[in-house]
């Protein structure tokens, strides 16, 4: 089968489509899928960099998150059947023709959506609804702050948020990104070149219930400033550092609370894994998304043999939503 693979660590430039040995069969509770389009990533930049690596076991190969078409299934198999349409949350592997992935990980693709734009779901769907409902307990008539809001997990947390009747206020560095973050649902814009997220959160809603942040250390500090009495900040990127001091007496004061996580690290089964997300995600937001209350925003489908432009896309002050790698015909 075809892959990209890595020509070492760097830019965009060291990823090669080429030729790799083909998958095994897949295994007892697996299913091999035929991948028609792969969601692009942070993480992927950052595995390409070589400062992310792959958990011990996974593939080297980038790619967290495929849609495509169910080729074979493995022993015990019983709820998929070759030729079934599906989305799937991956520990890697994703850039590829073809990829095995346990059945814990598999979900329908849901009514209304598309094949391709499926592929765009299942990493922004298991972040945001495990970081933002599971963990920071959203509810309606809370608020949600999300930081990054024109991003392809803001843009699924903004639509997630609306969908549970809670106010969300967005951070964004650009008018254009500001106004597709409204278009989506936001209810505050504010761009963080010209304004205080803190100063605007406190003033409108005295603080946020849930934040959802990407910038890591830079933001600690003003995140735990804008919590509301109660809230939770859940952490889920350092693009901003990692390493920042916090002020215990700001946040015992206000009886908050931090959580930080990484999605493609936790365990396969059991509290707090990969499966039981997936299960709620299915349970809890295919509904959601049927209804088209949540609908995956993709900015650009670019074929795979054009990886280097889709890893440039992914920062670029146009994009807003999801970048996706189109691999064949759906």
Known sequence: M?????DGFGGPEVMKWEKVDDLPAPGPGEVAVDVVAAGVNRADIAQRWGVYPPPPGASEILGLEVSGVIAEVGAGVQEW???????????????????SVPVTRVLPVPDGVSLTAAAALPEAAATVWSNVVMAGGLRAGQTLLVHGGGSGIGTHAIQVGRALNARVAVTAGSQFKLDRCRDLGADTLINYREQDFVSVVTAEYGGADVILDIMGAGYLGRNVDALAEGGNLTIIGMQDGAVA??????????????????????PEQGPGSKAEIVAALRRELWPMIAAGAVRPVVSAQVPITD?????LLLDSAETVGKVLLTVREP
């Open 2 to 6: 075809f892959a990209v693979t890595l």
């Open 81 to 99: 059947q070759p030729g079934d349409a599906v989305c799937a949350l991956l520990p890697g592997g994703g850039y590829a023709e073809r990829v």
């Open 245 to 266: 001091e916090v002020n215990l007496g700001v946040l015992l004061g206000k009886r908050g609370s931090i959580h930080a996580t990484n999605l493609r690290r936790r």
């Open 307 to 311: 990886v280097a432009e889709a890893h």
